[in-house]
């Protein structure tokens, strides 16, 4: 990954400047100095150490002094504790206690509302100090120091220190943290880890790089989370896990044991270590070669974001950072140190503190905008809107637009106003002034507002002169998509006119008058110009605006244009435009005249039906295909008319269907077997008739002809005998095809006898049928009780003495009669019949069933 290389952009106080490099990858942290107090404390002495809290930095310094900071830098509490190099300063959670030791011996645990505490001065340099993370609790009343040992302090109920050795022997404690229940140190040796709660040491990580001087090149410490410890030392990262082990290994072993789960080598020295997430904050002492020198010098320190892999990591980002008097620090004199609240990492140097956080939106914004990424900019802004502070959606939207006008990209900067300017009308009206100076109305034409939130008029119009200039085309383009009220109709319509007087035949720039004629309802102009164009959009206007009126002296034009769509308009809207009317204007143009008329007689036969005489010669001129449908369909003609303009006009088929329609069957007959010689014809014309005078005729008429008699055969067995056709035949007479024709009249014969067999059985089975049904119904029972009456004079047709002789009639039909109700028999003696059914004509209803008593 490329490096970026950070420089920290100082306050007005800073001294050194450097080059930044440019990059394309983005920088994963942004810093700043501390200042405020930071700066003035640095101008007279040096920092040596800081810790971090959540709510405030402590800041020791070389000359002794404890600086209480705010996140601003400002000091709130000093303490004088010595007048040499403090060593290391400890806080706890609450940031309510804090340790400090002295390079002069001296160890200092107080509460920061309150001096009382424990004050000791040993007679060698204590390098170290931590308190027990729960330190204001009452029974967590520890810390630790380190100097050529450990020394654990605890408070007993008695209110005096206990003091416990740790570890001794192994040189000098340079470093030491504590988490929970877990105290890390280092020496020169390695580092351990000492589990308070079994009161056990748990591990011991050795050094790996021994040829370093420990003093030089210190060991890093840095708990991730409770369980989890990071080494740094000299170029060697180890990540270590604290576990539980198995109970059933315990034996005489600590309850714990450390795994390391990642090892790797830098190409840099270690001065700070420091987590992020799953990755990891790395300060580095940089050494590089000198120029044209073999010796080396000290470069600006990196700060490196690292995601560590079990044996190797992969580099994120490294920054290189200018801190200030950085030519004359050892890798002993930077430390880092880092907030567990929210990601924020001190790089502390003895005469510079630099503040490093992670990027924000609006860093990011920046960064994006910095290297002329304006889309990515705009996208990024409207996204997190709500969460962006230093910068406004529509500036960085404004700033995009200016960029593309630089590049001369004007339709993307035209089309991006619609998106970035939204409902500011002002910017809007600023925007297209701006375009209209270079030049460019019409890249901008196309996104101006044009629905609710609308420009002052003058600006369309604006840019309707600027394309009535040079892209008629355009103009056209602009009229049909912008609404009319958008600009003066009128001041428009004067600028096209004023144009059409140089160039009157000019097609566009007519369409687009008509176009406002219409949007100023000036219905009959725009209807002109159509016409005159022959354009579609006529017959669209005239239904949409019911111009009807307007073309009763424009019908013909209309049919000129298209026939069809003319001719539906005109029979859809009969109730505005009469046939009358249409056939008044159409009387010159007959082939027009017969159109309109040959679809209103589709339409409906009766409706145009005193223009049916007119229309005989108009199907005989330009239509004969449909005169003889129209002749047979059409009771309103009259047939002696018709008649003589098809003899005129030798129209035979016609003649014979009039003829015949007149009752001239013969005459007609006559003709088809003349004129035509169409045997076929012949006999289906006296098949249709079905007149035995006209087969007579036909005979007569084919006898002498072979071809005729061949015909008449094959035809006419069904309809006539054939034997009177085989009568006349004269003896000798040469007749093609004879054998065939009298296998096929046979053959007819057959068939007809067997059809007639055959519907014979039918109707036999069917009656049989018939009457087995009608047999076993008259065998059933008819129930007769009380609640029957009897039909004629409706009372009990049971008599209420049941004693008394009595006799009752019951028919098949179930109509019930005393016997002395019924009239007298029928024609037929000795047959009655049920009077009810027989008015009714549903049959006799005969059959009786008489019950005496």
Known sequence: MAEVEKEIKPSDDSTDDSEEEE??????????????????ILQKDAASCMTVHDKFLALGTHFGKVYLLDVQGNVTQKFEISSVKINQISLDEGGEHVGICSEDGKVQVFGLYTREGFHEHFDCPVKVVALHPQFSRSNNKQFVTGGNKLLLYERNWLNRWKMVTLHEGEGTITKVKWRANL???????????????TKQRITNVLRDNTSL???????SLCWKDSATLIIGWGTSVKICAVKERDPTELRDLPSRYVEIVSAFDTEFYICGLAPLADQLVVLYYVKENADQMEEEIRARPRLDIVQPLPEVCEEISSDALTVRHFQQNECRDYCLEHSEGEPLFYIISPKDIVVAKERDQDDHIDWLLDKKKYEEALMAAEISFKNIK?????????AYINHLVEKGDYDAAARKCQKVLGKNMELWENEVYRFKTIGQLKAISQYLPRGDLRLRPAIYEMILHEFLKSDFEG???LIREWPGELYNNMTIVQAVNDHLKKDPANHTLLTTLAELYTYDQRYDKALEIYLRLRHKDVYQLIHKHNLFSSIEDKIVLLMDFDKEKAVDMLLDNEDKISTDRVVEELKHRRELLHIYLHKLFKRDHHKGQKYHERQISLYAEYDRPNLLPFLRESTHCPLEKALEICQQRNFVEETVFLLSRMGNCRRALQMVMEELGDVDKAIEFAKDQDDAELWEDLISYSIDKPPFITGLLNNIGTHVDPILLICHIKEGMEIPNLRDSLVKILQDYNLQILLREGCKKILVADSLSLLKKMHRTQMRGIQVDEENICEACHAPILPSDTAKVFSVVVFHCRHMFHKECLPSPGMVPGVQFCNIC???RRGPGSGILEMKK
């Open 23 to 40: 990059s394309e990858e983005e920088p994963k942290l942004k810093y700043e100095r501390l200042a405020n107090g930071v700066t003035e």
């Open 183 to 197: 105290i890390a140190w280092s020496n020169a040796v390695g580092v351990k880890i000492y589990d308070i709660s």
């Open 213 to 219: 001087r420990p003093d030089m090149y210190p060991c």
């Open 390 to 398: 230093r910068h406004d959606v529509q500036k960085i939207g404004m």
């Open 475 to 477: 103009f056209a383009m």
């Open 838 to 840: 027989s008015s009714k």
